[in-house]
């Protein structure tokens, strides 16, 4: 017969499901945000392809404006890049997007071309990772005890 585990619960208690301060969603939106902006630069676009080639009108017009190869990774004044940025970190909402009205209009007709703004599987990892990283911290307040000490287990007070 196989042997038999027991196991032996000193205390018990609940998880408390997870709420992050709008600090920690902040950090995870930057990671996103730079990640974004990256892979961008690669000349990725948001399905983790290389990003179609560009007309040939609009090449010309851009390696004459840029005296470099021409690709589609979002530059050509730098402004929509420089304006791309986190909006909003709060309430367990993570947005990011360009501020300005011009800008918010130029990415949209970029976009529509190939999808550049959008989350692709490497910028997922980045945000998984820094998600592990904030939820870990969260980690050690989450549990509840139910019980007449009414106190965390020890091994939860202790920072990872």
Known sequence: MANAVKITVQQSGRVRGPNLSDPQLKKIGDAM?????????????ASGQPAKKLSVKYAIIKQATLHKRPTRDMQMTGQTIKNFTLRKAADGRIRAENT???????????????????FALTDAKVVFAESQVQYGQYVNTA?????PTRRRPSALNSLP
């Open 33 to 45: 945000v730079a990640e974004q902006k990256a892979r961008w630069a690669r000349a990725v676009d």
């Open 100 to 118: 300005t009205r011009l800008e918010r209009a130029k990415a949209l007709r970029a976009n529509s071309y190939d999808q550049m703004i959008g």
């Open 143 to 147: 549990w509840i005890p139910v019980g």
